[in-house]
């Protein structure tokens, strides 16, 4: 019924779309003039603020990595790509399942979305949980750190993860057809992998069509699985290892997508198989299999009235099914499905004011059945309607909005509901035209996921038996944020110093017992206040320039602090700092980059201290045709060697990152 329900709500909304785009192309309205600050559409931010923004006028924290970055970089998951990038790490559980970690939050306070939509999968629920999207199939990437995504409701509390792709035409194929074809390799885990994608046109529709693929063995370490710290606290010797045990992965790709493309917008489908094997390696006979079909639907028109430019609209279904084998046998599998449908109104931009109002909607079944079935089955619907406002009159200018979550979690315990109000505000100004100073202010409230709520088992990933509270109630963030960008000749920068104070924030704290059937000590799901703070900083500076040939200096560093009523909060990643000196020319590119991520020492009473390390990377591309469309490209990473652990992770004291990794690829685009 859940398939058949879903289903109708699809085809009334492409019937009424289609009665719609109807309307708008009978219309002959000029084309609006694009302001100045989006005419470049590679600087256009969109998440978090749909009507579009630079990231140098953004009051937001925004990281993008687009096209050129993406055909480079590893074959990776989600986590393990963005990790470095300033106020983001990995929860690096396994090669197969690393999730982004956002200013020390993870889980369901990092929203991680395609085009806007949520994945609709379990990767929320648990660590070992893998994402189900590969970051290989993206042309952009933008991460979004802080509350202040209000477009998004209480899942993004701590930030946003947005994997944009093309699998839904949105533009014609230029010159009736173009595509690109990639393959890559790596020494440190035998990984071998390669993908492709097309786009063409078949008269007014135009046709996608991509596939990837990706396999890799046990990964390669420099010494010890087990850190010093825990074999000192186990009072045992360190077992050297070469690899860590069951860190092997492969995943499969395939997607198609067919859209009409006029000039008032587009309307179209899609729809992407995703199938996963990897290894938990907190278990050394656990392996994971991941299997999710996604239907989508995405369109937009141009309006021309009076007070709105355009009509946007984001549907998704997904049935996703994730199998944990103990051996050969089927352990524990969880299930996930449902819909999320997203509708927005652009308002036309008149004297500086630009401005969205939207509505979301969700609906997920969530069970699990098997020995780890800690989580009971629940169902979960979340209705939200938004707006976000800008003013931006050059020397000066504010933004804000506001939100309102209707959120309800059904289970055979009980059902629980929330309503929650989020609202942001913020002033900006120019003192001159190359700076940029923001300030923003916002309260963002989260309802608690059903993993928080209703818990009760053993959860092996984490090594603990975890309780929830169904009682709880919504979690709500205050924060302040200060903005500076820099733009001016040869220099660049970017600075954010933010400070953020959580009410009822839910923490897994020990309770000092164990369970008498597994073992594991019991941990409670708490509500407490906790205070984060901390900043992000990158500049970079060109110290020579000669037509397309440059030498350019870059640096970056973040920190944050988190601190709890029991203390410090769990699994906080230390600070890190880094320099990069890179080569640009129309043939070769080439760089160096030196990070250093301090000591961890600020921990709970439950993990160990990490130790620093220093990394040194090289990367180099070379483009044996002037018209740039074959790279040939090398990466050797982890240049020394080190033994290097995320403290983000909860398996950092037996299984260590990588150790010296070659990596080397072609990727061509035509």
């Given at each position: 019924m859940r398939l058949t329900h879903t289903s109708r709500i699809l085809l009334l909304t492409a019937s009424g779309w289609a009665a719609l785009s109807g309307a708008a192309l009978a219309q002959t309205t000029p084309q609006t003039p694009v302001p100045e600050d989006t005419a470049r559409l590679e600087d256009v931010i969109v998440t978090g603020t749909p009507f579009g923004v630079t990231d140098r006028a953004s009051l937001l924290a925004v990281e993008v990595l687009?096209?050129?970055?993406?055909?480079?970089?590893?074959?990776?998951?989600?986590?393990?790509?963005?990790?470095?990038?300033?106020?983001?790490?990995?929860?690096?559980f396994a090669p197969g399942a690393s999730r982004p970690v956002i200013r020390g939050l993870s889980g369901?306070?990092?929203?991680?979305?395609?085009?806007?939509?949520?994945?609709?999968?379990?990767?929320?629920?648990?660590?070992?949980?893998?994402?189900?999207?590969?970051p290989a199939e993206a042309s952009r990437i933008e991460i979004v750190r802080g509350p202040s995504t209000l477009?998004?409701?209480?899942?993004?509390?701590?930030?946003?993860?947005?994997?944009?792709?093309?699998?839904?035409?949105?533009?014609?194929?230029?010159?009736?057809?173009?595509?690109?074809?990639?393959?890559?390799?790596s020494s440190i885990d035998n990984g071998r992998g390669g993908g492709a994608s097309l786009k063409t046109n078949l008269g007014p529709l135009v046709f996608t069509i991509d596939g990837y693929t990706h396999q890799s063995e046990d990964y390669g370490i420099s010494g010890p699985a087990m850190s010093q710290r825990l074999a000192d606290a186990l009072s045992v010797p360190r077992p050297w290892a070469s690899t860590v045990v069951n860190s092997a992965s492969a995943i499969d790709q395939l997607g198609a997508g067919l859209s009409w493309v006029g000039d008032a917008g587009y309307f179209g489908g899609s729809v992407k198989t995703t199938n996963s094997t990897y290894g938990t390696v907190a278990e050394p006979d656990v392996t994971i299999q991941l299997e999710q079909t996604r239907y989508d639907v995405r369109g937009e028109h141009t309006l021309g009235t009076p007070w709105f430019d355009k009509v946007r609209l984001g549907a998704a279904y997904a049935d996703y099914t994730h199998t944990e084998f103990e051996g050969a046998d089927t352990g524990t599998v969880f299930f996930s499905n449902g819909y999320e449908g997203r509708l927005e109104l652009i308002q036309r931009p008149r004297n500086g004011w630009q401005g969205v109002i939207g509505g979301q909607l969700l609906d997920r079944d969530f069970d699990a059945a098997g020995a780890e079935a800690y989580v009971p089955r629940t169902t979960t619907r979340e209705h939200g309607l938004y707006t976000v406002q800008r003013l931006d009159r050059d020397a000066w200018g504010i933004e804000g909005g506001i939100r309102f979550d209707s959120h309800r979690v059904d289970s055979p315990l009980v059902d629980r509901s929330f309503d929650n109000v989020s609202a942001s505000a913020g002033l900006f100004v120019r003192p001159s035209r190359p700076l940029f100073l923001g300030l923003t202010i916002a309260r963002n409230a989260r309802a608690p996921s059903e993993v928080e709520l209703f818990?009760?088992?053993a959860h092996v990933a984490t090594a603990a038996y975890e309780h929830g509270d169904p009682t709880f109630d919504s979690e709500v963030a205050t924060s302040i944020e200060a903005t500076m960008h820099y733009a001016s000749g040869p220099?660049?920068?970017?600075?954010?110093?933010?400070?953020?104070?959580?009410d009822g924030f839910i923490d897994l704290r020990p309770t000092g017992v164990d369970d008498v059937d597994s073992g594991l000590p019991i941990f409670d799901y708490v509500q407490t206040k906790a205070d984060f703070r901390g900043f992000e900083a990158e500049a970079s500076y060109d110290l020579w320039v000669d037509g397309d040939r440059s030498l350019t200096l870059s640096g970056t560093a973040d920190m944050v602090r988190a601190q709890t009523d029991f203390g410090p909060a769990a699994r906080i990643p230390p600070w890190s700092a880094g320099a990069q000196l890179a080569w640009s020319s129309r043939r070769v590119d080439a760089g160096v980059e030196v990070r250093h991520v301090g000591a961890q020492d600020r921990v709970t009473a439950f993990e160990l201290p990490t130790d620093s390390y220093t990394m040194v990377n090289l990367t180099g591309a070379l483009h044996p045709f002037a018209d740039h469309n074959v790279t040939v490209f090398g990466e050797l990473h982890n240049l020394t060697n080190v033994e290097a652990r995320e403290?983000?992770?909860?398996?950092k004291d037996i299984a260590p990152l990588p150790g010296r990794n070659l990596r080397v690829g072609v990727t061509y685009r035509f």
């Open positions: 687009g096209a050129e970055q993406l055909a480079v970089a590893p074959a990776a998951t989600l986590g393990d790509l963005v990790n470095g990038l300033p106020g983001v790490r990995s929860s690096s369901p306070r990092v929203q991680v979305l395609t085009n806007g939509l949520g994945l609709i999968d379990a990767s929320s629920v648990s660590p070992d949980h893998q994402v189900a999207v590969d477009v998004f409701g209480g899942s993004a509390i701590g930030g946003v993860v947005n994997i944009i792709d093309e699998r839904v035409p949105t533009t014609r194929a230029e010159n009736g057809l173009d595509g690109h074809v990639s393959t890559q390799l818990a009760d088992g220099l660049t920068a970017d600075l954010h110093v933010y400070t953020a104070h959580y403290h983000a992770s909860f398996l």
